[in-house]
């Protein structure tokens, strides 16, 4: 698999329920990022890796959401106490290098909270 | 922060014209300038950036226009097809900040 891979492509859970979505990069990219859209929207930003460390988290809602990348390749989102609100497509993306340059997302994980 | 807005947010055109869609930016640190197509079901992808340093870029049927003064960006497809029919999303960033990216245009190509 050359690609950005991430699972689930589907989640329903129920409002309060908690949520794990995961990441596996393009082998080889040192960062990753995680993006939210919603329908009709554009990608918005929620945190980026550089490695294992968060380099910027600044566009994480609040905190029930979380990231992590504990070995610098694959990464999980979690969601604390879902709320319907947060009902989105989750896009991870990876890059080779840090700077500027493309970014290759996945297919998304579709998140459905009732 | 950065705030891209994007225009039109739909656009339909006859096959074989062309489309223009336009992006506007609010940070002039701004340096890089990507757009990326988004298929139904699918991630998007990259299909064409620019830097700060040129005014146009072109990829066959594709091209980029950047205008630093103004702050704002154009995709120009021509001789448009069927299989271009897709949302559209420019974007902006400056180093190694994250992409902001627009709301999106819906290209639909009528045959």
């Known amino acids: 698999g050359a690609g950005v891979s991430q699972t689930p492509s589907n989640k329903v859970t129920e409002k309060g329920k908690y949520v794990e979505l995961r990441c596996d990069p393009i082998?080889?990219?040192?960062?990753l990022y995680w993006y939210r859209q919603s329908l009709g929207q554009g990608p918005e930003f929620l945190i980026y890796?550089?490695?294992?460390?968060?380099?910027?988290d600044s566009g994480l809602p609040n905190d029930r959401f979380f990231a992590v990348r504990p070995e610098g390749s694959v990464s999980t989102l979690k969601i604390q106490r879902t709320e319907r609100g947060d009902s989105a497509v989750y896009l991870c993306?990876?890059?080779?290098?840090?700077?500027?340059?493309?970014?290759?997302f996945g297919e998304g994980s579709r998140l459905t909270v009732l | 922060g950065e705030n891209v807005e994007q225009h039109p947010s739909t656009l339909s055109v006859q096959e074989g014209d062309s489309a223009v869609i336009k992006c506007t930016y609010s940070?002039?640190?701004?340096?890089?300038f990507p757009w990326y197509k988004q298929e139904l079901g699918k991630g998007p992808q990259l299909i064409i950036d620019?830097?700060?340093?040129?005014g146009e870029k072109k990829d066959q049927r594709i091209a980029v226009t950047l205008n630093k003064t103004a702050k704002h960006f154009s995709l120009h497809i021509t001789e448009t097809q069927p299989e271009d029919s897709a949302v559209y999303f420019c974007?902006?960033?400056?180093?190694?900040?994250?992409?902001?990216f627009g709301k999106g245009t819906r290209l639909s190509v009528i045959a």
């Open positions: 993306a990876s890059r080779d290098r840090m700077n500027t340059g493309e970014l290759f």
């Open positions: 890796f550089q490695g294992t460390g968060a380099a910027d």
């Open positions: 620019i830097r700060s340093n040129v």
């Open positions: 974007a902006a960033s400056f180093g190694n900040t994250p992409l902001v």
């Open positions: 082998s080889g990219h040192t960062a």
């Open positions: 940070d002039s640190a701004s340096n890089y």
